[in-house]
Structure formats: structure tokens, C-alpha cells
């Protein structure tokens, strides 16, 4: 694998939850920040979630809260507990390092609020 691999987006009411997961690519894994950037339409790409080398996270103030970024360091997963969903949330979401590798974004996972 050599890009990052998004899934477990859709299509959820507001104030409902989604978990993305996030497979990671290389052998760095456990000594690199990875972290979930979103995009919405007509916005540029956004960090909202990261986690630290240590375990430590950080959220954008907009999802403190309601996100909650998670690792499997063994597994090579990162995950995004998504709750209390608004419509403002509507973006194509990644994964990647922090800072983010250029050659490593992959193809994003859509996830749209909507009632």
C-alpha cells in the first residue's frame, strides 16, 4: 500500500454519528503525526483532527467535542469517531501524515449531512 485508504463514509442525519477509518501506508506509522483533513465545496482542504506521535490529539475548534481521532498502531489504522453530525461537516474527507506527504493523499471518503 502506498497511499493513505479512506472508508466509511455517507450519507447521516444531522446529529447522527459516522467512524471513518483510515489505513496508513509506509513503515513510519508509529512515529509520525497522521491526522484527518476534510475539504468542502468550494473550500480549501482543512486539518480538523491529528494524533500525536505519543497518542496526544489536537481538534480544530469547530469538531472539539464531537471528533474523536483514535489509532491502531499495530493495524496501521486511524479512525474518526464523528459525532453530533451538522451540515457544516459535509466534506470529502482524508487521511495523511501532519504535515501532510503530497505523494500520499488518497481518494477521500465523502460524508454528507443532510436531513
Known amino acids: 500500500q502506498v497511499l493513505f485508504e479512506e472508508s466509511g463514509g455517507g450519507l447521516v442525519q444531522p446529529g447522527g454519528s459516522l467512524t471513518l477509518s483510515c489505513a496508513v501506508p509506509g513503515s513510519i506509522f508509529s512515529f509520525s503525526p497522521t491526522g484527518w483533513y476534510r475539504q468542502a465545496p468550494g473550500k480549501q482542504r482543512e486539518l480538523v483532527a491529528h494524533i500525536k506521535r505519543l497518542g496526544s490529539t489536537n481538534y480544530e475548534d469547530s469538531v472539539k467535542g464531537r471528533f474523536t481521532i483514535s489509532r491502531d498502531n499495530a493495524k496501521k489504522m486511524v479512525y474518526l469517531q464523528m459525532n453530533g453530525l451538522s451540515p457544516e461537516d459535509t466534506a470529502v474527507y482524508y487521511c495523511?501524515?501532519?504535515?501532510?506527504?503530497?505523494?500520499?493523499w488518497g481518494q477521500g471518503t465523502q460524508v454528507t449531512v443532510s436531513s
Open positions: 495523511n501524515y501532519v504535515p501532510a506527504l503530497g505523494d500520499y
